[in-house]
């Protein structure tokens, strides 16, 4: 597991993006969110050939619910939808969509450290 991009990532690794934020209960990114993700999008330009899916997780959320309530939409699909709002944003940065896909993981892969941790985003490296 990374913490940022690099030029070593290959199939497999997992790089947490650690100050990607959102409204509490809502997939709307926080102001400073979009700086950081305008920095990862200059990397991502940097390597042109690296594919990857971006993952959203929650937490807090009771274990019978996989996914939690988006105050926004009125479902329960926040983690699929913050995933989809960082895909969304690096589209407008110039990233080819042909590089990245997004999924809503839910409650279902926490990494059990802090809350914050398990309320994330994620890019899996596919290629």
């Known amino acids: 597991i990374y913490t940022q991009l690099n ?10 993006l ?3 934020q ?8 926080k102001g400073k969110s979009k700086k950081e993700l305008r920095e990862i ?5 940097k390597q042109p050939n690296l594919n990857f899916e971006i993952h959203g997780h929650i937490c807090c959320t009771p274990k019978r619910y996989l996914e939690a309530f988006d105050k926004d939409t009125h479902k329960r699909e926040l983690s699929h939808n913050r995933a989809k709002q960082v895909y969304e944003y690096l589209i407008s ?7 990245m896909k997004f999924f809503g993981c839910g409650n279902i892969y926490p990494l059990n450290l802090t809350p914050d ?8 490296i596919v290629e």
Not at 7 to 16: A, C, N
Not at 41 to 45: D, H, S, T, V
């Open 93 to 99: 940065q110039k990233i080819d969509t042909k590089r």
């Open 41 to 45: 999008a200059k990397e991502l330009r």
């Open 117 to 124: 941790l398990d309320r994330r985003v994620e890019f899996f």
């Open 7 to 16: 030029d070593s990532l290959r199939e497999g690794d997992r790089v947490i």
């Open 18 to 20: 650690q100050n990607i």
């Open 22 to 29: 959102f409204e509490q209960g809502r997939s709307r990114l």
